[in-house]
C-alpha cells in the first residue's frame, strides 16, 4: 500500500487551520523497557515512528503549526464499572500501561515544549471527555495531522472520532506504527477509504515549508 496521496496540497494543511496531534508516544506504547516490549511486542517499528515523529513536531513548529500532545494516564483502581468488567471478561492480569506518575507514561520522542497543550486521557481516542475538540474549534483549528501509537487502537480512534467532529484529517503514515505490520497497513488503508489524507513526515514537511 502506498503512503502517498498525490493531492497533498500545502494550503489544506496552512499553519493556520491547522494542528498536529502526537498520540500516545509513550515508554509503554514504544520504549525496549516499556510495557508491551515486556510483554513481548515488537517495538522496533514504533521506535522507528517515534523518530520521524521528532523531525514532524520540528517541522510543524518551524512553521507556526500548533503541536498537542496526547497521553494515556492510567488510574488503577479508579476505573468505571465497564472498564473493570471488561479487563475481567478478558482474563487479563497485565500490569496496567502508562499509570500517572510512573516511567511507563513519560513521552518517548518528541516532548512537549513550553506552552503545547498535553492533553491526557482514558479511552482511546483523544477525543473522549478531554473537550480537545471544543479546544480546537475554538481556536479556528479545522484540520489535523495525526501521528502516534499504535495506529489500529488509538491513532485510528482518534481519526474517526474527529471525523465526527467536522475535521479535515491528515495521518503521517511513516510517524505512526502498529505491533504488527499488517494492522498498521489495513488502519490506514480504511481511514484513506473513508477520506483520510496520507502522507509522509517528509511530504508534511516540504508542504509546511511550501506554506510560507
Same mark, same amino acid.
Given at each position: 500500500?502506498?503512503?502517498?496521496? /498525490?493531492?497533498?496540497?500545502?494550503?489544506?494543511?496552512? /499553519?493556520?487551520?491547522?494542528?498536529?496531534?502526537?498520540?500516545?508516544?509513550?515508554?509503554?506504547?514504544?520504549?525496549?523497557?516499556?510495557?508491551?516490549?515486556?510483554?513481548?511486542?515488537?517495538?522496533?517499528?514504533?521506535?522507528?515512528?517515534?523518530?520521524?515523529?521528532?523531525?514532524?513536531?520540528?517541522?510543524?513548529?518551524?512553521?507556526?503549526?500548533?503541536?498537542?500532545?496526547?497521553?494515556?494516564?492510567?488510574?488503577?483502581?479508579?476505573?468505571?464499572?465497564?472498564?473493570?468488567?471488561?479487563?475481567?471478561?478478558?482474563?487479563?492480569?497485565? /500490569?496496567?500501561?502508562?499509570?500517572?506518575?510512573?516511567?511507563?507514561?513519560?513521552?518517548?520522542?518528541?516532548?512537549?515544549?513550553?506552552?503545547?497543550?498535553?492533553?491526557?486521557?482514558?479511552?482511546?481516542?483523544?477525543?473522549?471527555?478531554?473537550?480537545?475538540?471544543?479546544?480546537?474549534?475554538?481556536?479556528?483549528?479545522?484540520?489535523?495531522?495525526?501521528?502516534?501509537?499504535?495506529?489500529?487502537?488509538?491513532?485510528?480512534?482518534?481519526?474517526?472520532?474527529?471525523?465526527?467532529?467536522?475535521?479535515?484529517?491528515?495521518?503521517?503514515?511513516?510517524?505512526?506504527?502498529?505491533?504488527?505490520?499488517?494492522?498498521?497497513?489495513?488502519?490506514?488503508?480504511?481511514?484513506?477509504?473513508?477520506?483520510?489524507?496520507?502522507?509522509?513526515?517528509?511530504?508534511?514537511?516540504?508542504?509546511?515549508?511550501?506554506?510560507?
Amino acid at each position: 500500500m502506498t503512503d502517498r496521496h /498525490p493531492l497533498l496540497q500545502p494550503e489544506w494543511i496552512a /499553519p493556520e487551520r491547522t494542528a498536529l496531534v502526537l498520540i500516545d508516544m509513550q515508554v509503554d506504547f514504544g520504549a525496549s523497557d516499556g510495557e508491551m516490549a515486556k510483554r513481548g511486542a515488537d517495538v522496533k517499528p514504533a521506535q522507528a515512528a517515534v523518530v520521524k515523529a521528532e523531525a514532524l513536531a520540528e517541522a510543524a513548529r518551524g512553521a507556526g503549526v500548533s503541536v498537542l500532545f496526547v497521553r494515556l494516564l492510567n488510574h488503577p483502581g479508579d476505573e468505571n464499572r465497564i472498564a473493570r468488567e471488561a479487563k475481567a471478561r478478558h482474563c487479563k492480569d497485565d /500490569p496496567d500501561l502508562c499509570v500517572e506518575g510512573t516511567h511507563g507514561a513519560e513521552f518517548i520522542g518528541p516532548q512537549p515544549m513550553p506552552g503545547e497543550a498535553v492533553i491526557s486521557k482514558t479511552q482511546f481516542s483523544a477525543f473522549a471527555r478531554t473537550g480537545l475538540a471544543e479546544q480546537l474549534h475554538a481556536q479556528t483549528v479545522d484540520t489535523l495531522v495525526l501521528a502516534g501509537l499504535t495506529t489500529e487502537c488509538c491513532v485510528a480512534s482518534s481519526a474517526w472520532d474527529a471525523f465526527e467532529r467536522d475535521f479535515h484529517i491528515f495521518i503521517a503514515s511513516d510517524a505512526c506504527a502498529a505491533y504488527e505490520d499488517s494492522l498498521h497497513d489495513e488502519a490506514l488503508r480504511a481511514l484513506k477509504m473513508s477520506g483520510a489524507i496520507l502522507g509522509t513526515s517528509a511530504e508534511f514537511a516540504q508542504a509546511w515549508k511550501n506554506s510560507k
